[in-house]
């Protein structure tokens, strides 16, 4: 796998590189700034950018607009974001047309390297790695719409698919049978009204409901 970082501290970008290095991962450039971004992106096409969201100049929401432009320009090109805190409104924009190959971390999350990489293999596979502290925060704001028809079960596998994983993964995680999701799956595709129809799309569309980011 190939990466570029962009994250405009020295310290945590060297500490970056060293993680993904240490982990086999190729880091073909490492910048601070979202002009020098694009223009790695664009000279080495790697496999996935992580991101800085708050980049100079203005340290507000350089890094994601830099993403959005990845994503359109380069839709081969996989993005991980990295925050410092929960800013629901940056991860609701990235995701706002697609949930593929895109993900949304704090930075405490590097710690843990295992699930970082883990989070990071997932996102260049074509999937998706939401930060839990992110999840948690577009759970609670919900009101008044399809969401309140799951029971509490439900949201709780919504929520871990919003984050990315997989049947087996939120088995493992609920201790229940992988057969058990699937039915509190197709549970939540009728009751967010997602017909059959929809095929592979469902799943997407269910966490696209559950961000706020789909109609």
């Not at 950018?49 to 432009?69: F, K, Q, T, Y």
């Not at 609701?92 to 930075?107: E, I, P, Q, R, S």
């Not at 759970?139 to 079960?153: A, E, G, Q, S």
């Not at 009751?191 to 469902?202: Q, V």
Request: charged fraction near 25%; glycine fraction near 6%.
């Amino acid at each position: 796998m190939r990466a570029v970082i962009a994250e405009d501290s020295v310290l945590l970008r060297a500490g970056l590189t060293r993680v993904l290095e240490g982990s086999g991962i190729d880091v073909v450039a490492a910048v601070g700034d979202a002009e020098a971004l694009l223009a790695a992106v664009e000279e080495h096409r790697p496999d996935v950018a992580v991101v800085d969201v708050r980049m100079p100049p203005g340290h507000s929401d350089e890094g994601v607009r830099a993403a959005m432009v990845i994503r359109r320009a380069w839709p081969e090109v996989a993005v991980l974001m990295l925050s410092q805190y929960v800013e629901e409104r940056y991860a609701a924009d990235l995701l706002a047309t697609n949930t593929a190959a895109v993900g949304y971390l704090l930075k405490d999350r590097v710690a843990d390297v295992t699930d970082f990489i883990d989070a990071l293999e997932r996102v260049a596979a074509g999937g998706t790695a939401l930060d839990p502290e992110v999840v948690s925060q577009l759970l609670l704001r919900r009101h008044n719409d399809p969401l309140d028809r799951l029971t509490p079960r439900e949201r709780e596998v919504l929520a871990l698919m919003a984050e990315g994983r997989s049947n087996a993964r939120i088995a493992q995680i609920l201790v229940i049978t992988e057969s058990a999701v699937g039915k509190h799956i197709n549970n939540i595709f009728t009751k967010l009204d997602l017909p059959p129809d929809e095929g592979d799309h469902r799943r997407v569309l269910a966490v696209l409901r559950f961000l706020g980011s789909g109609s």
